[in-house]
T-cell receptor, first 110, second 114 residues
Framework: QQQVKQSPQSLIVQKGGISIINCAYENTAFDYFPWYQQFPGKGPALLIAIRPDVSEKKEGRFTISFNKSAKQFSLHIMDSQPGDSATYFCAARSGNKLVFGAGTILRVKS | NAGVTQTPKFQVLKTGQSMTLQCAQDMNHEYMSWYRQDPGMGLRLIHYSVGAGITDQGEVPNGYNVSRSTTEDFPLRLLSAAPSQTSVYFC?????????????FGSGTRLTVV
């Protein structure tokens, strides 16, 4: 049973478009919500993260929106580029454990 | 600065064989963990350690053992490999599970059990 539910499983976006990936959770003990980016053959790498006392965090073209009451958070990639094509994982931390969503495979068409 | 180093990169085992996946970090990170990655299931936590001599179980610990005798190393042992353990294994480390900053992941070990 996935503690963090991620959607969609895959996403195709045109170059310059907005990519949106959503995650939902139930455990209110989660206190840190990172997003990871993974390229084929590589380990995941931290992209951006947010704490639940903040509703939005932006770093360059990447923005996390966080809705604490709905227990949902999402990643928006503005002006999506072919180089953004990768697998994206949301995650949530409780205590010493970081749990991951199932992942979204993003393909940006040029 | 090598970061997190995992060896081997690829391994094929026969059912019932044992092996150790190696993980080493040179960043003086207190926290280390092992994940397995399977299609459609994301990364699932196997075991983790908050410091030398301290380990604990994650979501899917059965069939795996760990120990942490030094800050740098966190090996994962498969005592009797099963086909269900075919997966890509990632080691990750950080300054502390509850400190800010993300995990640094190794490049993975792709394990096939036949």
């Amino acid at each position: 049973q996935q503690q963090v539910k991620q959607s969609p499983q895959s996403l195709i976006v045109q170059k310059g478009g907005i990519s949106i990936i959503n995650c939902a959770y139930e455990n209110t003990a989660f206190d840190y919500f990172p997003w990871y980016q993974q390229f084929p053959g590589k380990g995941p790498a931290l992209l951006i993260a947010i704490r639940p006392d903040v509703s939005e965090k932006k770093e360059g073209r990447f923005t996390i929106s966080f809705n604490k009451s709905a227990k949902q958070f999402s990643l928006h990639i503005m002006d999506s580029q072919p180089g953004d094509s990768a697998t994206y994982f949301c995650a949530a931390r409780s205590g010493n454990k970081l749990v991951f969503g199932a992942g979204t495979i993003l393909r940006v068409k040029s | 600065n090598a970061g997190v180093t995992q060896t081997p990169k690829f391994q094929v085992l026969k059912t019932g064989q044992s092996m150790t996946l190696q993980c080493a970090q040179d960043m003086n990170h207190e926290y280390m963990s092992w994940y397995r990655q399977d299609p459609g299931m994301g990364l699932r936590l196997i075991h983790y350690s908050v410091g030398a001599g301290i380990t604990d179980q994650g979501e899917v610990p059965n069939g795996y053992n760990v120990s942490r005798s030094t800050t740098e190393d966190f090996p994962l042992r498969l005592l009797s490999a099963a086909p269900s353990q075919t997966s890509v294994y990632f080691c990750a480390s950080s300054y502390g599970a509850r400190r800010s900053g993300g995990y640094t992941f190794g490049s993975g070990t792709r394990l096939t059990v036949v």
